[in-house]
Each structure stands twice: as C-alpha cells, then as structure tokens.
C-alpha cells in the first residue's frame, strides 16, 4: 500500500511536470481512492491537479472509487462503487464522470450495461473484450443500445 500511495504521487507530480511543458499535454486517471491520497497526504500537488482538471487537461475518468474486479462483486457493491466513487469526484473534484473505465478487467457481470446506463455513465472503456480466445467478440467498438 505504501507504495501504491508513493507511485500515485510520483505519477501525479510528473504528469503536472509535463502539463507545464506542454500546453498541449492532457491526462485521464481514474479511481476515486487515488484522488483522495493525493488530496490528504500532497495538498499542494492536489491544488495544481484542482487547477489542471479546471482546464480539462488533467481529467477524472471511471466514476468508480477504483477500478474493481467484475465477476465476483454483487451488482450492490458495484453500485456503490460507482455511488462512493461518484461523491467523491463531484464533491471533492467537481466533475462527473460520463464513462465506465475499466480498461484491464479480466471479465465483466452481464449486468453492467443495465447498471452503468442506470448510474448515468455514456459509455464504457476496456481493452480485456477482444483478448479471450474462446468466443470471439464480433465488435471493437459498438454501442450497448
């Protein structure tokens, strides 16, 4: 855990560095828990990431507290990832995130299109869909309908 918290922190503190460099550079992160370490233990990168996130260069993806595993959670505590997650970027960030982001999942509920849609969210990110080599997923980008 501690040092998640100090990866999270050199990422953040780069990526600001970079911003700085490039007016052009932009960011997307996810996971509410990893804003809210950077909001208690490095007020001051928290500020510069406040601001960077004002200008939509740096931008809070996935609305989720953190990116979770798919297949063993209920649908409740899905939910409340998304609820807990969701709080936090619009109390704490002042943004709502549109999209589900879970771009290395090893599997997926078949419930998450009916409870993404119902939190809000307009679409869903992932790379793991066109990994399995069993049942070929006929699409790589569609539209959940």
Not at 12 to 34: G, I, K, R
Not at 46 to 51: C, G, I, K, P, S
Not at 78 to 91: H, K, P, S, V
Request: charged share 25%; proline share 6%.
């Amino acid at each position: 855990m501690r040092e998640t918290h100090r990866k999270v922190a050199r990422t953040v503190s780069n990526v600001l560095a970079l911003m700085d460099e490039d007016p052009d550079f932009t960011y997307a992160m996810s996971s509410a828990q990893q804003y809210a370490w950077m909001e208690q233990e490095h007020p001051d990168l928290f500020a510069r990431m406040l601001q960077r996130i004002k200008e939509g260069r740096f931008i809070p993806v996935g609305g989720m507290w953190v990116e979770s595993d798919n297949m063993l959670p209920t649908g409740e505590s899905l939910i409340r990832q998304i609820t807990f997650g969701m709080r936090y970027f619009r109390e704490h960030l002042g943004v709502e995130p549109k999209g589900l982001w879970l771009p290395d999942s090893f599997g997926y509920c078949g419930a998450w299109p009916q409870i993404a849609r119902r939190a809000g969210f307009e679409w869903f990110l992932t790379q793991k869909i066109s990994w399995n080599d069993t049942t070929k997923f006929p699409h790589h980008s569609f539209e959940w309908g």
